[in-house]
């Protein structure tokens, strides 16, 4: 027999937002011990109010959220992060005037990752410990915002589009470095990422939103073999003869 690993994270009909407004539909999503998710969509389908709504950050309308044990409905997102998850916002938030061991050390908890461990997995921080936030590069302060989530010393890491607007060789020492999170980490990652094949290429699983919706769950690989079927999911091919930017202007 196969052993089925722990589950870790739960949404049950998920369904959140901001004040009135509902943006996220009936979320069903599950994540095992250990395990890799890739959550992928056009712009603006709901990737980052999926992270927002797991880290407390969104009013939920409805459904259950449970992590490991814990019902997180009603928790704000500092006891989410103690219970132990790691969040890489879209704009990466670190922290302006704090140096980069002030960031690495204000929301650090007792465990594996230390400050001295985020210097092993990124060499230039180590480089930059005494100069502030807001004098890094793009790519160094993305370094930071993952290096920050993982002196929390989570049991899962949510990262939204770490990869957003970094030049190409800054891209690939992200990915080496996430490669190795995945690897040796010792924790769960959901990873939300407009390069689709990254994305596919990196988590076991996948997940396709389309306006707040579920419209596809299951092995990457199935997304990655069947490339017409992964267009029709994420509607890059648009409409049928309507996409035709040449034309336009
Ligand atoms: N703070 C907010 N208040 C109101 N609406 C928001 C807010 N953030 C995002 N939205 C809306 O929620 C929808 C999903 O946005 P988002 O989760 O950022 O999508 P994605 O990350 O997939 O691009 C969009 O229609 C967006 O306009
Ligand atoms: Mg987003």
């Given at each position: ?7 870790l994270l739960r949404l049950?009909?998920v369904?959140s ?34 992270l927002a709504t797991i880290m407390g950050h969104t009013r939920l309308?409805?459904?259950a959220i449970r992590f490991g044990g814990l019902d997180l409905a009603g928790r704000p997102g500092h006891e989410r992060a103690v219970a132990g998850i790691g969040y890489v916002p879209?704009?990466?938030e ?12 204000v929301a650090a908890r007792p465990g ?36 920050r989530a993982?002196t929390v010393n989570p049991k899962l890491l949510l ?28 924790f769960?990652?959901v ?59």
């Open positions: 027999m196969v052993p089925t690993m722990a589950e049950e009909k369904s937002g901001y004040g009135e407004t509902v943006v996220l539909e009936n979320i069903d999503l599950k994540l095992a011990e250990s395990g890799t998710l890739a959550i992928i969509g056009r712009n603006g389908v709901g990737k980052t109010t999926l309308h409805g459904g879209q704009e990466r670190i922290f302006a005037s704090l140096t980069v061991e002030e960031n690495l050390t594996p990752w230390t400050a001295e461990r985020v210097y092993e997995l990124f060499p230039r921080l180590a480089q930059r410990r005494r100069n502030r936030g807001n004098q890094l590069s793009g790519g160094e302060q993305q370094m930071l915002s993952i290096g993982l990262m939204d589009e770490p990869l957003e607007g970094l030049a190409p060789v800054i891209v690939e020492q992200l990915l080496a470095a996430m490669e190795r999170l995945r690897e040796t980490g010792g769960s990652i990873l939300v990422e407009q390069h689709t094949r990254i994305a596919l290429a990196f988590a076991q699983r996948t997940v396709v939103l389309d306006r707040g919706r579920v419209v596809f769950d299951g092995p990457s690989g199935e997304l990655a073999g069947d490339p017409e079927r992964l267009a029709k999911l994420i509607g890059v091919a648009g409409q049928p003869g309507q996409l035709h930017p040449a034309a336009e202007g």
